[in-house]
């Protein structure tokens, strides 16, 4: 049996890590990039054209191929938009944007000229729909959709399908780093999702599993959400919460 090969950005911590795990569990060897030491992991900035540069000529070295590509790896932030600052802007645009891109670019020469691949970006509910306070995050969640949608169409005759994970709120040290802020608590969530509750790394890691799957191979272009009903629901909270 071939070998199949995954690489993880983002994969030290959190939604990657549990990623990372659950495509290790399905067969796939997986090499994580994270500017933070990982298992079976390459250490390096997404942003960085060098950094992607190493860890693609270390892929197609070691490995000889690239079967699943997920990029996964971004930064949050809260700010209203008359007070995000020029550095935070680019920052956000750098890594939840920028990294996808080179990513995308270097692995992904590798995969068409394979004919065979699959590419699952790790979007957000925040590129489905307007969240107050997160302009900067919002806008390239938005534009990470925008890629997928266009890249699935340049490269889906080609062997190479390409789609978004769009999750809801989910528990990981992201979370827990904004809710020390203030920002909010859990109520503010588990009451604004049918579901009532907040993701868990499973439920997205398994999403993730699924589209980098052969029972996934006329699925493309999708940007999938994930957030237990979040994005559908357009009833008032009062209505809502009285079914509970």
Not at 25 to 37: C, H, I, K, P
Not at 134 to 147: E, F, Q, S, V
Not at 184 to 210: C, E, K, L, Q, W
């Amino acid at each position: 049996m071939t070998q199949r090969v995954a690489v993880v950005t983002g994969a030290a911590q959190g939604m990657g890590l549990r990623i990372a795990d659950v495509l290790r569990e399905d067969g796939f060897t997986v090499v994580g990039f994270d500017l933070q030491e990982s298992k079976d992991g390459i250490v390096g900035n997404v942003a960085s054209p060098a950094d992607v540069e190493r860890l693609t000529a270390h892929v197609a070295d070691t490995y000889g191929r690239v079967d699943v590509l997920v990029n996964n790896a971004g930064i949050a932030g809260i700010v209203p938009f008359e007070e995000t600052t020029l550095e935070q802007w680019h920052r956000m645009l750098e890594v939840n944007l920028t990294g996808p891109f080179l990513l995308t670019q270097a692995l992904g020469k590798i995969m068409l000229a394979q004919g065979s691949g699959s590419v699952i970006n790790i979007a957000s509910v925040a590129g489905l729909r307007g969240v107050a306070d997160r302009a900067a995050y919002n806008t390239t969640k938005h534009g990470l959709i925008g890629m997928t949608r266009t890249l699935s169409v340049e490269w889906g005759g080609r062997g190479v399908r390409v789609n978004a994970v769009c999750p809801g709120w989910v528990k990981t040290e992201m979370d827990v780093e904004s809710q020390a802020g203030g920002y909010y608590v859990d109520s503010d969530i588990t009451d604004h999702v049918p579901a009532g509750r907040f993701a868990v790394p499973d439920d997205i890691a398994n999403a993730v599993a699924f589209l980098a799957s052969s029972k996934s191979t006329f699925i493309n272009g999708v940007a999938l959400p994930v957030d237990g009903g979040w994005t559908a629901d357009g009833s008032w909270q009062k209505l809502r919460l009285s079914k509970r």
